[in-house]
């Protein structure tokens, strides 16, 4: 009986100090960020050209808005031309050898926030389905897709909130392949069009908010039943991993694929990698995991959330991955990881885009 009464005082401690960790957490966050002016703009998008050891902040010359909003996550992409951002009344772009914080900015004809890499040029869209795109070497963005909508209804019936408002689906992502095929994830399906848009197919029901990458020929897409692949220009679609959880992010890397997904049962997001193009895979990263002491918080109701991993890239010969509390960094394929030492700012979780040798590093504000 003696131990009973000296374990529990020690248990109600332990709680008590984790419970004003946590409380020190929160106020932390409500502390308000300061908007500066353009000339002193900062902490909104990092450059490393180092593998990530050492970072530059090349905020300067984007919108002030942005130093309290953050970036839209579907607001910015990389690819080997560097950065693209769309923010305020415009499109900005970095270039990858930029040496100085340069940002060339494009006037935006609309009201469109989203902007996805396209074969021939950038895609913009909003979430009514609204499509205009910039041909590369040019400076008009032409609408694109305008009968998207109207064929997306037809083909899928399903009674959901923009369809009761609106007779609309609600257009998620866009992605074209090298070979030219578009899908578009809208709702809860995902359409194909091989004609440039005058024609679209259902080819998949179950969409949530997939996200589609291509290496080889092969496709795979994030999805609310976990990864799925297809080997047929997306005309047919199987489940290569499924943890009972929804896939969180696919992404290509070199010989093959990575991915993570949630597994409902653990309640957490485990990594995975596969060299055989996406046929069977591996699970990596087991010490990204969080801690039992972050899982235990969690489940007595003392965190909301734990440290989860949330992001995966490879740049060069290292794959990087982000968690909530920061980047973590491998060079053996995920078998050992190194954390490394970030800017100082606020945030909830970061983005990660890499172009080349170039990785960058936008803070989450939680919009």
Same mark, same amino acid.
């Given at each position: 009986?003696?131990?009973?009464? !000296? ?30 002016? *353009? ?17 530059? /902040?090349? %905020? ?13 996550? /579907?607001?910015?992409? $990389?690819? /080997? ?9 415009? &499109?900005?772009? *970095? ?28 895609? $913009? ?20 897709? @305008? ?19 609106? @007779? ?17 994830? %809208? ?15 259902? !080819? ?10 291509? #290496? ?12 799925? +692949? ?18 969180? $992010? &696919? =992404? ?6 990575? $991915? ?30 969080? %801690?039992? #002491?972050?899982?235990?918080? @969690? ?8 440290? =989860?991993? *949330? ?11 982000? +968690? ?5 960094? #491998?060079?053996?394929?995920? @078998? ?16 990660? #885009? ?14």
């Amino acid at each position: 009986m003696k131990k009973v009464f !000296v374990f529990t005082p020690a248990i109600l401690l332990v709680l008590f100090l984790l419970n004003s960790f946590v409380l020190k957490e929160k106020e932390a966050r409500k502390k308000p960020i300061k908007e500066g002016k *353009s000339s002193g703009i900062g902490n909104i998008i990092f450059k490393s050209t180092d593998g990530g050891q050492t970072w530059q /902040d090349i %905020s300067k010359g984007l919108p002030e808005n942005l130093q309290r909003e953050g970036v839209r996550r /579907d607001g910015f992409f $990389a690819n /080997d031309r560097g950065l693209y951002l769309r923010a305020g009344n415009g &499109v900005y772009h *970095s270039e990858p050898n930029s040496t100085t914080s340069f940002w060339t900015k494009e006037i935006f004809p609309g009201k469109q926030a989203n902007i996805a890499p396209g074969k021939n040029g950038i895609f $913009a869209y909003n979430f009514r389905g609204q499509f205009l795109q910039k041909v590369n070497g040019t400076s008009n963005w032409s609408p694109v897709y @305008k009968n998207f909508q109207e064929q997306a209804v037809r083909l899928n019936g399903t009674i959901d909130w923009m369809y009761t408002h609106y @007779k609309e689906k609600f257009v998620r992502t866009i992605f074209e392949t090298a070979g030219g095929t578009v899908f578009i994830v %809208s709702s809860n399906s995902l359409f194909r069009s091989t004609n440039n848009g005058e024609t679209w197919k259902q !080819v998949h029901v179950g969409g949530w908010g997939m996200k589609l990458v291509e #290496s080889n020929g092969v496709l795979l897409a994030a999805s609310k039943e976990g990864i799925l +692949r297809s080997t047929d220009d997306g005309q047919n679609w199987d489940l290569v991993i499924n943890e009972g959880g929804v896939g969180i $992010a &696919v =992404e290509r890397i070199d010989g093959g694929f990575a $991915a993570i997904v949630n597994n409902i049962v653990t309640q957490t997001n485990s990594l995975h990698i596969s060299m055989d193009n996406g046929k069977t895979w591996k699970a990596i990263g087991e010490d990204l995991q969080p %801690s039992w #002491s972050s899982l235990f918080m @969690k489940k007595i109701g003392l965190l909301q959330s734990s440290p =989860e991993i *949330s992001s995966i890239k490879q740049m060069g010969k290292y794959l990087l991955c982000g +968690r909530s509390d920061g980047i973590f960094r #491998s060079s053996d394929m995920g @078998k050992t990881w190194q954390q490394l030492l970030l800017p100082t700012t606020e945030n909830y979780g970061f983005n990660l #885009s890499v172009s080349g040798n170039v990785i960058y590093l936008i803070p989450n504000k939680g919009c």
